[in-house]
């Protein structure tokens, strides 16, 4: 038992709890020892009614009594459709205590994106990413935690929070290593299902303690409790029989004592058997009974504070009821001497503008339960009214009208639609989902059911393309979406098929779409987004599409975007082709508007997509344009930033980034960038295109720096191998992959891979040796045992590359040559793969031809050259084979 033994039932939840109290008090005086100190997690588990809660509030006196700065917050279990409810609930006292222009401070960049959820600044023109959020949220709390150090935080009922709150905490606790926080979660086992489960396991994953499952309380602590209540004269049947009755649950024995001593009966065994009966009454159909005896207004206002669940206050529950205020003043006062309902304690922090709360959350789930159906039913579409009434939005009406059974009432429907926009405004696609899922059941008119289904399928683009798929479907099998709205569905349609990795009916898709409309705007970008989509294959190219695709292109000016959109695919065909570089360079330039985006072509604008822009980007970082390529990514780095946009755009941009820097040579940069890219594709989903350019840019990357064994662990741990996804990778995946197998020594395996990439190339016509350059390596692999094809391979890319015509390209099929040569020979093709790359902005690759030809020529001053441009390319292997060369090479001069 603790040492200081509880002297009343209301300290009955601390018996038997010092294991629990002793880690408590250890967390919080590491918090309160050093501002440096890293974060703490801890998790209290255990079924309704077993002292979560009051150990938290012990926890809170602990820390007041250290000088902790305490936030605390508690789910609700008809509250979990409302989003962000629970933060929110945190972190009111911080927000509360700023000014506007005090908020706008300490939030920085990301007030306009965390702000809307936090409900301190008004939605913005832009839908936020729920990524982008979620990090603006983790953002906010980390600024204001170092504002109010020591601080802690205490989240109970985690078990019933709303799935966006518990993304923010799982995100937040994942950056508690440089950050003096203490969190304190308080769950139950078992009540939380799917994606709120699975987060709730990542938090008790980071507990630094581990997790406290809460027990009973033992016969001989039940025996002090009801002692140290009614008494030291309860003798030991009847305290046996309290503990039998109750099975040692701490709030059960609370509740049960408190009847014993309100009807006088002695804790005697005389009496024990009447514990049972007394033990109904307080809890389920018992509890329901005593409510009942009440009388039927108490029950009413009982029903109606159920209903609202927060911020429950008299005249709002009187309104609810439909009776007036002083019928519900004496309702509330019955219910407060009954134990049924409190005030909120101020200490705890949760007042929600509400004067009163439900004593326990069991109660408060037996009345809820104990309401009948109907009632429930329509009490929940007056509380939608109220609510309404009160200019509180459609958003804040919803979680009401989720309740209401379907009518075929068309105000729900538009209600309802309204609140889904809401909640996309603020970054809550899954609020918004189930808005739109519960207005299709009303149903809408028939003139209407395929733009809630088009609404729908929008709502779930970024969260679940496989559902987007099916909504989107419906819709356009139906009347009602025509125009704009139409093509606009179609090219969403193809997007989420894209990225459901279903490429080819994404293609089919809005081939189909484009021959039902005559030429004209809709039918150009339908007919540009069917190429963009048939350019991402990465496996084969329809027949002719090259050639329509050029004629198509050769018609447009770039006078819209739509012409623009197609200039840039032409480009983009003919890089991967390996058609002229400078030809592809001048495409991609006629897409621009005096060298910049075009208006409605920017990274944030939705019509066309972001991949359109990453092809042009990588137009650039092919055809050695790297100026320009890296300033559209950097471009694009910062837009998503400031946007918000923190899930697979920032993602892609990162790697694309990493590209550019990774083709400058500036390896250092390009991995910080790609690892970067990496963590946000987990978040995101494994197996997606995004994660596969991460992780194959990463491993071209480490590769390039010499680090082969990590390279290879980089592949084992994110699956870099067979099978590969239907869209093309950049850089090419097979020559990466065939690359790192003949590195680690898995040379057949490797020369397969090789192969394979070859086939590929030549099913899409792709000949660019930049892009995919598995000649190189192939002819490197084969140098020894099949020397005439190594010189084949060699020949043919370097025609391949002067047909390209990049210094890097040239380069570097000098490169694959001389290394197959010896003597003279070797040093002339060496000597003029220096001559070009010199001239070329890819520097890793100057500096190996550099360290290359310093060797075949024996030539100290080339190997120093080549070591100086190896430093700072961070290529710590060149760096390394120029200096075994300088220290061990015989005769160099």
């Given amino acids: ?95 509360i205590s700023l000014l506007p222009d005090e908020a706008r401070e300490y939030l920085g960049d990301w007030y306009g994106i965390a702000g809307p959820a936090l409900g301190i600044a008004d939605p913005g023109d832009r839908r936020p990413d729920p990524q982008g959020v979620c990090d603006g949220l983790v953002a906010a709390v980390r600024r204001l935690a170092r504002r109010d150090w020591p601080l802690v935080l205490l989240i109970d009922d985690a078990h019933w929070a709303d799935l966006e709150t518990l993304r923010w905490l799982a995100a937040f ?51 002090g409790l009801t002692r140290a209540t009614l008494g030291a004269h309860a003798d030991a049947p009847f305290c046996r029989e309290v503990w039998a009755v109750t099975g040692g649950n701490p709030y059960e024995t609370v509740e049960l004592l408190a009847k014993v001593h309100d009807s006088e009966i002695a804790p005697v065994e005389a009496h024990a058997e009447e514990l049972r009966r007394l033990n109904q009454a307080a809890r389920g159909g018992g509890l329901v009974a005593r409510l009942e005896g009440l009388g039927i207004d108490a029950t009413r206002f009982a029903w109606a504070a159920a209903i609202l669940g927060t911020g429950i206050t008299v005249r709002l529950v009187a309104r609810l009821a439909t009776m007036n205020l002083d019928d519900a003043e004496r309702c509330a006062e019955l219910l407060r001497h009954a134990r049924i309902l409190t005030e909120p304690d101020p200490a705890a922090g949760r007042g929600e503008d509400g004067d009163l709360e439900f004593v326990h959350p069991l109660i408060a789930s037996a009345v ?71 207005a299709l059941l009303e149903p809408p008119l028939p003139e209407s059911h395929a733009r809630v289904l088009y609404e729908l399928g929008c709502a779930t683009l970024l969260t679940a393309p496989a559902t987007t798929i099916d909504h989107l479907q419906t819709a356009l099998a139906m009347p009602g979406l025509d125009g704009a709205e139409r093509v606009d569905a179609v090219f969403r349609l193809s997007q989420a098929l894209l990225h459901n990795d279903q490429l080819e009916e994404a293609v089919r898709t809005v081939e189909a779409e484009a021959a039902r409309h005559e030429p ?22 329809a027949p002719g599409r090259s050639q329509r695709l050029a004629d198509l292109a050769g018609t447009c000016t770039g006078r819209d975007n739509a012409e623009r959109t197609l200039l840039i695919l032409r480009g983009f065909d003919a890089m991967t082709h390996g058609e002229n570089a400078e030809e592809v360079a001048e495409l991609c330039d006629r897409a621009l508007v005096n060298g910049r985006l075009a208006p409605g072509l920017g990274w944030t604008d939705t019509e066309w997509g972001l991949e359109l822009l990453m092809m042009l980007g990588s137009c650039y970082a092919y055809a050695d344009r790297l100026d320009r390529a890296e300033s559209l990514f950097s471009e694009a780095l910062r837009a998503y930033t400031s946007a918000g946009w923190s899930g697979g755009h920032l993602s892609l941009a990162n790697t694309y980034l990493g590209l550019a820097y990774r083709r400058q040579g500036r390896l250092r940069d390009a991995e910080t960038n790609l690892r970067e890219s990496l963590r946000l594709a987990e978040r995101v989903g494994r197996g997606l295109p995004l994660y596969w350019s991460a992780t194959c840019g ?78 190189v390596d192939l002819a490197d692999a084969l140098a020894l045992t099949d020397p005439a094809r190594a010189t084949q391979l060699a020949a043919d890319a370097r025609r391949h590359a002067e047909r390209f015509g990049t210094d890097t390209a040239i380069g570097e099929a000098l490169r694959c040559a001389a290394g197959l040569e010896s003597g003279e020979q070797a040093v002339r093709l060496a000597a003029q793969a220096v001559a070009y790359l010199e001239a070329s902005p890819c520097q890793y690759e100057h500096a190996a031809a550099r360290v290359e030809y310093g060797i075949a020529a024996r030539s100290v001053s080339e190997l120093n050259r080549g070591l100086a441009l190896a430093r700072s390319c961070g290529a710590d292997g060149l760096v390394a084979k120029a200096r075994e060369a300088l220290e061990t090479g015989r005769g160099l001069r």
């Fill in 698 to 775: 990463l491993i071209d990357t480490l590769l390039a720096r010499g680090r082969v064994d990590e390279a290879w662990a980089v592949a084992d741990q994110y699956g870099f191998a067979p099978p590969y996804p239907s869209t093309i990778v950049l850089p090419d995946h097979r020559s990466v992959r065939g690359r790192l197998l003949l590195a680690v020594g898995r040379t057949e395996e490797g020369i397969n891979e090789l192969e394979a990439a070859e086939k590929t190339a030549a099913s899409r016509g792709g000949h660019n040796p930049v892009l995919a350059p598995w000649a």
């Fill in 368 to 438: 809820y339960n104990s309401i009948p159906d109907a009632l429930c039913t329509a009490m929940h579409g007056i509380a939608a009214q109220i609510v309404t009434e009160l200019g509180r939005g459609a958003a804040a009406a919803s979680r009401h009208l989720l309740y209401v059974h379907p009518e075929d009432d068309q105000e729900l429907v538009d209600q309802l639609r309204e609140a889904a926009q809401e909640h996309l405004s603020v970054g809550a696609p899954d609020a918004a989902r189930r808005c739109l899922e519960r």
């Fill in 520 to 541: 004209g705007p809709a039918r150009m970008r339908l007919q540009a987004v069917q190429f963009m989509w048939e350019g991402v294959h990465g496996e084969t190219a």
């Fill in 173 to 223: 606790i994942e950056r508690l290593d440089d950050l003096p926080v203490l969190v304190v979660v308080a769950r139950r086992p078992g009540d939380a299902t799917g994606d709120s489960a699975r987060l709730l396991d990542t938090v008790a994953a980071a507990a630094g303690h581990p997790l406290t499952n809460l027990r009973a309380l033992t016969p001989d602590a039940t025996a």
């Fill in 1 to 95: 038992m603790t040492e200081e033994r509880p002297r009343a039932a209301a300290s009955a939840s601390l018996w038997e709890r010092d294991e629990e109290i002793a880690a408590v008090t250890q967390a919080l005086d590491a918090l309160c020892a050093d501002r440096s100190s890293s974060g703490n997690v801890l998790v209290l588990r255990g079924e309704a009614g077993l002292g979560k809660t009051a150990l938290l509030a012990h926890t809170r006196r602990l820390a007041e009594e250290r000088g902790c700065t305490v936030w605390s917050t508690r789910g609700g279990e008809t509250l979990r459709s409302v989003p962000f409810n629970v933060v929110r609930q945190l972190l009111q006292p911080a927000l």
